[in-house]
């Protein structure tokens, strides 16, 4: 067992015990650091796999806000037999969220993003409900009639990549 304060700074302040032991451990021979090591290097081997195989999978739909304006965001996707449309993820200037976490169900997602300062939007010809408050809405049709605004999405092919980025860029 190392001494708790056995090294002294400059000024004859005493050391913490974490730090004379690492100075105490530096003091010794050479062969007796090297074993050390040694030691301490097989832990570290044989902890690696359990620590690196042994952490959750995330499988998330992110968007990432490249702008230097907060940007709100809507997300449509297939919901079982229906259309579901969700908003608003808020995000300040460059600044990522999960939008759909856990695994993807589906190979198509849509985005619909507006910049809160300067005005504008990434959209696109598919068209979903939305709502200027926050929302979850069922189904994609007769919008207008149902109290919902009709709004165009842009379409996000993930492909088979369980963790996909979407890129809101100026």
Wanted: hydrophobic share 40%; net charge negative; proline share 5%.
């Amino acid at each position: 067992m190392l001494p708790q304060a056995s090294l002294t700074q400059a000024k004859g302040e005493r050391i913490s015990p974490q730090l004379s032991a690492f100075f105490g451990f530096m003091r010794n021979g050479p062969s007796q650091r090297a074993t050390r090591l040694s030691m301490l290097g097989a832990a570290f081997v044989a902890a690696f796999p359990v620590l690196v195989w042994s952490a959750p999978a995330f499988a998330d739909l992110r968007v990432c806000n490249q702008t230097e304006s907060r940007v709100g965001v809507a997300i449509g996707y297939r919901d079982g037999e229906d259309w579901t449309t969700e908003g608003w993820f808020n995000l300040p200037p460059a600044a990522c969220t999960a939008v759909i976490m856990g695994e993807l169900a589906s190979r198509y997602y849509y985005v619909y993003a507006v910049d809160y300062d300067l005005g504008g939007d990434w959209s696109g010809s598919s068209y979903m409900c939305t709502r200027s408050t926050m929302f979850t809405i069922r189904g994609i049709n007769d919008c207008v009639a149902r109290g919902y605004d009709r709004t165009g999405f842009f379409e996000v092919d993930v492909g088979d990549d369980p963790n996909h980025t979407v890129q809101l860029n100026p």
